[in-house]
């Protein structure tokens, strides 16, 4: 080959190489039962260990870092399941499936039901324990953590609808938190922990989005968006009482209910994380949404951090790495802080590569407190999704000592699957 010839080859690969992943793509789900809205949590015993949860009942599991995958069925014979899973360890090698209920019985509408697992994720309790009943309101988007100083103490926060759907102004939409202090056995009285309530029409005037998570010295951190924005609250009491004004953090520009084109509905309500390692951002919280600040067609993924315990919080920054203000969407993402060494990871879907609907998978990483992100792909081939199959809210990112385990819906045609990519970024 000739130099010429070499170069010009060498160019077209420089050129197109975004398209192309270096990563293995693992498909999670054994059967097509439509799963989406994907969790994944690491066991921070063993990091070799891994559970997921999907829509709407779909449990997975695997003990070799994500190679091979056992799966299930969740059942609560007395509750029922009904989606918006999130699963969790905690530091006692039980896991826990966070769900919606749906029961045959009328009694037992509207609550968060929370089954254990001491077996790794391969049988899960039955019927499980349950919070924030409540006969006439709903409850939706329930995310949990655990407690890594108090052993036993789980935390939950969600929304709470007076009545979802409805148009009516007397009707409120909350944030709710409960507390287990018996490794999800029971859990207390739900309580609202918001200043501002919301609408209940699910769309970006209402309350939603509330992940929490656990600061270095046993605090609880989270955020959620509404009519306000994106607002922070924090406990530094295992969660008996909280802030009396909530933290104004930033505008979300156009709200949190996005319109992605091909995409059943969209959301980019904030993910809230904390650094509880030993690096010198320990204590930093994190927050990761999206919005269109940049343009309507132009959905970003943006990023604030505060270093002081939540009392400010920095300017905004992108993200995503292309080219700005060139239309191209990012949206749906996830962020995990690795526990161990600080690093920030977050997962999205992204359209730079098109001109249409085709969708990539990427992953951003800082290892920086957040000042810079390299921008990775990870999904080995892209995807075309359709607007009239629901696609499901989120997906999921877990890290522990620079492993980074991440979930995700893709749709093709109108078969939905979950897929896994495992980095280990000691070996990069």
Known sequence: MTVKKYLLA????????PLFSQYKNIKVNPINNAPEEVSIAINPLNPQHMVVGANLSNYYYSFD???TWGSGILKSSKYGVWGDPTVIFDYSDNVYYFHLARPSDADFLDRIVCQKSIDGGISWSDPGSFMGYHKVKDQDKQWA???WKIKGNLYCTWTRFDKYGS???EDKSNIMFSRSTDFGHSWSDAFNINETPGDCKDSSNTTEGAVPSMGPNGEIFVSWSGPDGIVFDKSTDAGNTWLD???KVTEQVG???LDIPGIYRCNGMPVTCCDISESKYKGNIYINFSDIRNGISDVDIFFVKSTDNG?????VKRVNDDYFGNSKQQFMSWMAVDPITGAINILFYDRRNYDDKRTDVYLARSTDGGETFQNIKISESEFTPQKNVFFGDYVGIAAYNNFTASVWQRLDGTELSIWYCGIDFNKE
Request: glycine share 10%.
């Open 311 to 315: 009392n400010t919080w920095s300017k």
């Open 10 to 17: 060498l160019t077209v690969l420089l050129l197109i190489s």
């Open 245 to 247: 004004t909530d933290v």
């Open 167 to 169: 148009k009516n102004p």
């Open 65 to 67: 870092g994500g190679n």
């Open 255 to 257: 709200g949190w209910d």
């Open 145 to 147: 953590v655990a407690d």
